[in-house]
């Protein structure tokens, strides 16, 4: 019965064939050993990668990007047994093409250019080190990024004109106008000592610019580590009207913050918008012009010092705004007349960049523009 249920060989395994042509046996053999010889190439190949076939050789420049004038860069950034790529340039139109998904952040503090070099080790196969120099337009935007990039529980290191700090295969740094991202492919001797070499050239050979206002305040009066220095060039505290906002932390939870204004005057008409902010979701305190947040029961105030306006935010106690309040106003009340000047200056500074009409909205993808701003 069971041989009558097969269908193709009713006579199961049996072997019906006595000899085999000598010409099977050739061919088999033949494409047994082209089989075994190309699993062996792929082998070698693998662990013998050629380097004009890595993503990021600098013969290669990524999609949408164009050769450059060197501009701003200095001269030798690549250390010795390195070498340079070609420079490449991304603006707010294509910066979305390098770094997509991080673009608006970017785009929302200034950002002008990118700068985009590749640098690669002579010495050792695949080691390669991209070096990002975004130009941010403005000393504030620059450490803006920078801060808010930088990990709280890495500490930087400061000195004129510059704050910077090593994260494993990578460096960060601050320096006038420009941050910088220099990531290497790996951490190696090599990649740390041109990471080191870079920073030195960088360090000396970018344009420092002119110091934030806002740290005379903050940082030579008070005392706060300038690389914790926060700086919002719009939407501060999700309030539209907050513009040009520094905040210094005081503990986990405290925010000192000045804003500039033009004159005394346009200080008081924005202090009272602060006010009416903190009260949307909280009350002023009984007998005082502290607001309570209702959500999470800490302190906000506001006052001006001639053109700044100055607060604390978040205090989780009231003594402790009280506290941190008295000391920024006393520190406010000294600043020399040029400090004030230059916030002033910095208030009354036009707005650089436009409102995208709706057909370039439609068009680009979300981080490849500006967002919109409101007129003044």
Do not use: C
């Given at each position: 019965?069971?041989?009558t249920d097969r269908l193709i060989n009713p006579r199961g395994r049996k072997h019906y064939?006595?000899?085999?042509?000598?010409?099977?046996?050739?061919?088999?053999?033949?494409?047994?050993?082209?089989?075994?010889?190309?699993?062996?190439?792929?082998?070698?190949?693998?662990?013998?990668?050629?380097?004009?076939?890595?993503?990021?050789?600098?013969?290669?420049?990524?999609?949408?990007?164009?050769?450059?004038?060197?501009?701003?860069?200095?001269?030798?950034?690549?250390?010795?047994?390195?070498?340079?790529?070609?420079?490449?340039?991304?603006?707010?139109?294509?910066?979305?093409?390098?770094?997509?998904?991080?673009?608006?952040?970017?785009?929302?503090?200034?950002?002008?250019?990118?700068?985009?070099?590749?640098?690669?080790?002579?010495?050792?196969?695949?080691?390669?080190?991209?070096?990002?120099?975004?130009?941010?337009?403005?000393?504030?935007?620059?450490?803006?990024?920078?801060?808010?990039?930088?990990?709280?529980e890495i500490a930087s290191n400061e000195s004129t004109g510059v704050v910077w700090h090593?994260?494993?295969?990578?460096?960060?740094?601050?320096?006038?106008?420009?941050?910088?991202?220099?990531?290497?492919?790996?951490?190696?001797?090599?990649?740390?000592?041109?990471?080191?070499?870079?920073?030195?050239?960088?360090?000396?050979?970018?344009?420092a610019g002119e110091r934030p206002w806002a740290h005379a305040l903050l940082v030579d009066?008070?005392?706060?580590?300038?690389?914790?220095?926060?700086?919002?060039?719009?939407?501060?505290?999700?309030?539209?009207?907050?513009?040009?906002?520094?905040?210094?932390?005081?503990?986990?939870?405290?925010?000192?913050?000045?804003?500039?204004?033009?004159?005394?005057?346009?200080?008081?008409?924005?202090?009272?918008?602060?006010?009416?902010?903190?009260?949307?979701?909280?009350?002023?305190?009984?007998?005082?012009?502290?607001?309570?947040?209702?959500?999470?029961?800490?302190?906000?105030?506001?006052?001006?010092?001639?053109?700044?306006?100055?607060?604390?935010?978040?205090?989780?106690?009231?003594?402790?705004?009280?506290?941190?309040?008295?000391?920024?106003?006393?520190?406010?009340?000294?600043?020399?007349?040029?400090?004030?000047?230059?916030?002033?200056?910095?208030?009354?500074?036009?707005?650089?960049?436009?409102?995208?009409?709706?057909?370039?909205?439609?068009?680009?993808?979300?981080?490849?523009?500006?967002?919109?701003?409101?007129?003044?």
């Amino acid at each position: 019965m069971a041989n009558t249920d097969r269908l193709i060989n009713p006579r199961g395994r049996k072997h019906y064939r006595r000899s085999y042509s000598m010409t099977e046996v050739r061919i088999g053999l033949v494409i047994l050993l082209g089989l075994g010889g190309f699993a062996g190439w792929v082998a070698y190949e693998g662990a013998h990668p050629r380097d004009d076939l890595f993503a990021n050789t600098p013969d290669l420049l990524d999609p949408g990007s164009a050769p450059v004038e060197r501009g701003p860069l200095p001269e030798h950034l690549a250390a010795k047994g390195w070498k340079e790529g070609r420079l490449a340039a991304f603006d707010a139109d294509n910066l979305y093409e390098k770094i997509n998904g991080r673009a608006g952040y970017f785009t929302s503090k200034g950002f002008v250019v990118l700068l985009f070099l590749p640098l690669t080790s002579e010495d050792t196969k695949g080691e390669t080190i991209d070096v990002e120099v975004y130009d941010m337009g403005a000393a504030e935007n620059a450490l803006g990024a920078y801060v808010g990039e930088k990990p709280d529980e890495i500490a930087s290191n400061e000195s004129t004109g510059v704050v910077w700090h090593r994260d494993r295969n990578a460096l960060y740094m601050a320096r006038g106008s420009y941050y910088i991202r220099a990531i290497g492919s790996q951490e190696s001797p090599g990649v740390d000592r041109a990471l080191e070499h870079l920073r030195k050239v960088l360090e000396t050979g970018l344009a420092a610019g002119e110091r934030p206002w806002a740290h005379a305040l903050l940082v030579d009066a008070l005392g706060y580590d300038a690389s914790t220095i926060e700086y919002a060039k719009e939407n501060a505290m999700s309030f539209e009207f907050a513009r040009n906002v520094y905040v210094a932390r005081e503990g986990e939870d405290t925010e000192l913050f000045v804003a500039p204004a033009p004159d005394p005057e346009a200080a008081e008409a924005m202090a009272k918008q602060y006010v009416q902010g903190f009260t949307s979701y909280g009350e002023v305190v009984e007998g005082g012009d502290w607001i309570k947040d209702q959500y999470l029961g800490a302190f906000s105030a506001v006052r001006t010092s001639g053109p700044l306006v100055i607060g604390v935010r978040g205090a989780t106690t009231l003594e402790l705004g009280e506290e941190a309040l008295a000391k920024l106003e006393a520190a406010a009340a000294a600043l020399p007349p040029e400090v004030l000047t230059a916030a002033q200056a910095a208030a009354a500074a036009p707005e650089q960049e436009e409102e995208p009409d709706e057909a370039d909205r439609d068009a680009l993808p979300e981080e490849s523009y500006p967002p919109s701003e409101e007129p003044r």
